[in-house]
């Protein structure tokens, strides 16, 4: 199970957009049911990322953290939503 922490600025609204999204595009790839989402604001990022294997944000987020951090802009503006879902699928190794 792939853990992935999707963050926005209010911690509500684009974040719920972005985990729709992601859960759909996952289920497209026939890997459904193998991610698992805890959502938050940016601000509470930095004592999130432990334990998970990948950052989804749909705000700036600029501190380092020890796994990988993905901008889901796309997922908000509907651009390149399907390379997006490639790169992030490669990049939890799936």
């Known amino acids: 199970m792939k853990k992935i922490v999707v963050a926005c600025g209010a911690g ?3 974040s719920t ?6 859960k759909a595009g996952f289920e ?6 193998q991610v698992s989402y805890t ?3 940016v601000a509470e990022l930095p004592g999130k990322v432990a334990g998970h294997d990948m950052v989804v944000t749909t ?3 600029s501190q380092s ?3 990988p951090v993905v ?12 390379k997006l879902m490639d790169d992030i699928v ?5």
């Open 12 to 14: 509500i609204a684009t």
């Open 17 to 22: 957009v972005a985990i729709q999204k992601l």
């Open 28 to 33: 497209k790839r026939g890997l459904g049911g």
């Open 39 to 41: 959502q938050c604001t």
């Open 59 to 61: 705000a700036q987020f």
């Open 65 to 67: 953290v020890d796994i």
């Open 71 to 82: 901008s889901g802009l796309p997922f908000i503006t509907g651009l390149g939503v399907d």
């Open 90 to 94: 490669a990049k939890l190794g799936m």
